[in-house]
C-alpha cells in the first residue's frame, strides 16, 4: 500500500528484497513481480506514437497492452527474450524510461525491419507532441497470449518496476517456478513474504495450470454439453 511504501524508491527496494527472499527457497527455480498476470482479464492498456511518424491525430493511434515487471519474470514465466536484454534493476525511476516489447508489437510498429531492429527505436504514450516521456526499446520478447487463448496475441510492452511511476502501476501478482510440486511451496511463499512485511495480505495462491482452467471454464463446460 502507497501508505507504508510512499515512494518509488521504497516499493522498489520490497520488490528486490521479495525476489531474492523467493529465490532462497529450496526448490525454487526462479521468481518474479508482474502488475496483471496473463489469462485473468485484468491489464492496462494506452495509445502511443512512434518515433518518426508523422504526427497523428487522436483517432489514428496505436494501442498497447502494458505490464509492470521485476527482472526475471520472463524467465519465471518461459517468456523467451528474442532480442537485446531483460528489464534490470538499475533501470530506476531518475533514469530514461526504457520497456521490452513483444514480438508481435516489433513487428506491427516496424514493419519490414527484423526483430533485433526494434531495439533501441523509441514510442512516446499520447501523441508526437504530448510532454510525456520517451520511451526506448532494450528488448523484444516471445507473444503471451495475456487476455485470449484463440486471437491473435495483441502488442505488448514492459516496463521496469523501478520505473512504474512512469506507468502509475503496482505490482499485484508475483510468480514463482518450483523444480517440485508448486501447490507445496505455497506456505514457504507465504512465509517469506511476511518475512518482508507481516502486514501484506496474500490472496488467491494459485497454479497457473489451475488459472487457465478457470479461464477455459466457460468453454470446457460447453464442450462437456455437447
Not at 527505436?121 to 510532454?131: A, C, E, F, S, V
Not at 485470449?148 to 505490482?171: C, E, F, I, K, N
Not at 517469506?192 to 495450470?209: G, K, N, Y
Amino acid at each position: 500500500p502507497t501508505a507504508r511504501y510512499p515512494t518509488e524508491a521504497q516499493r522498489t527496494a520490497f520488490y528486490q528484497r521479495m525476489v531474492e527472499r523467493l529465490q532462497t527457497l529450496p526448490g525454487v527455480t526462479s521468481a518474479a513481480g508482474i502488475s496483471y498476470l496473463p489469462l485473468t482479464m485484468a491489464g492496462r492498456t494506452t495509445a502511443v506514437s512512434v518515433e518518426g511518424e508523422a504526427s497523428q491525430a487522436s483517432t489514428q493511434l496505436k494501442f498497447v497492452d502494458f505490464r509492470s515487471a521485476t527482472p526475471g519474470y520472463f524467465k519465471a514465466m518461459s517468456i523467451p527474450v528474442l532480442a537485446g536484454r531483460d528489464v534490470a534493476w538499475n533501470d530506476i525511476d531518475t533514469s530514461p524510461v526504457v520497456i521490452v516489447v513483444s514480438e508481435t508489437m516489433a513487428r506491427t510498429f516496424w514493419p519490414g525491419a527484423g526483430i533485433n531492429d526494434a531495439v533501441g527505436k523509441r514510442i512516446k504514450p499520447g501523441r508526437l507532441q504530448d510532454p510525456t516521456p520517451w520511451l526506448t526499446v532494450v528488448g523484444v520478447v516471445g507473444d503471451v497470449h495475456q487476455l485470449d487463448l484463440v486471437r491473435q496475441p495483441r502488442p505488448t510492452m514492459y516496463v521496469p518496476a523501478p520505473q512504474a511511476s512512469a506507468t502509475r502501476d503496482t505490482l499485484r501478482d508475483w510468480v514463482v517456478r518450483t523444480a517440485t510440486d508448486p501447490v507445496s511451496l505455497a506456505p514457504a511463499v507465504r512465509g517469506a513474504v511476511w518475512s518482508i512485511d507481516p502486514t501484506l495480505p496474500i490472496t488467491r495462491t494459485q497454479t497457473m495450470e489451475q488459472i487457465r482452467s478457470a479461464f477455459t471454464a466457460s468453454q470446457q463446460f460447453t464442450l462437456l454439453l455437447v
